[in-house]
């Protein structure tokens, strides 16, 4: 199985900043995608930013250019770096992680974070 732990979730001001984390462990061959996602209240879960199969990146427009999305590969780790906070960034952040599980099988499993809160508020 796979496990994935999210933290740095918190409270913060408008204007400030918060780095998330996302660990992966367990039966782990390769990772074919990463990203976050959230949900605000009331609101579809949307994606942020993510890795494609390829390595390159895609950010929603709301954050383009405040959010940073980066990887520690070694670590089965994603971070999302977020600056400028808005009020309207508020929501329960998720991670996503689409792993194979095997080298013998290209099955890919989709895991989930727990979610971390992050509410931007004075």
């Known amino acids: 199985q796979v496990q994935l732990v999210e933290s740095g979730g918190g409270l913060v001001q408008p204007g400030g900043s918060l780095r998330l984390s996302c660990a992966a462990s367990?039966?782990?061959?390769?990772?074919?995608?990463m990203g976050w996602y959230r949900q605000a209240p009331g609101n579809q879960r949307e994606l942020v930013a993510a890795?494609?199969?390829?390595?390159?990146?895609n950010y929603a427009d709301s954050v383009k250019g405040r959010f940073t999305i980066s990887r520690d590969n070694a670590k089965n780790t994603v971070y999302l770096q977020m600056s400028s906070l808005k009020p309207e960034d508020t929501a329960v952040y998720y991670c996503?992680?689409?792993?194979?599980?095997?080298?013998?099988?290209?099955?890919?499993?989709?895991?989930w974070g727990q979610g971390t809160q992050v509410t931007v508020s004075s």
């Open positions: 367990g039966s782990i061959f390769s990772i074919e995608t």
């Open positions: 890795f494609t199969s390829g390595g390159s990146t």
């Open positions: 996503n992680l689409n792993i194979r599980r095997s080298s013998s099988s290209n099955r890919v499993y989709a895991y």
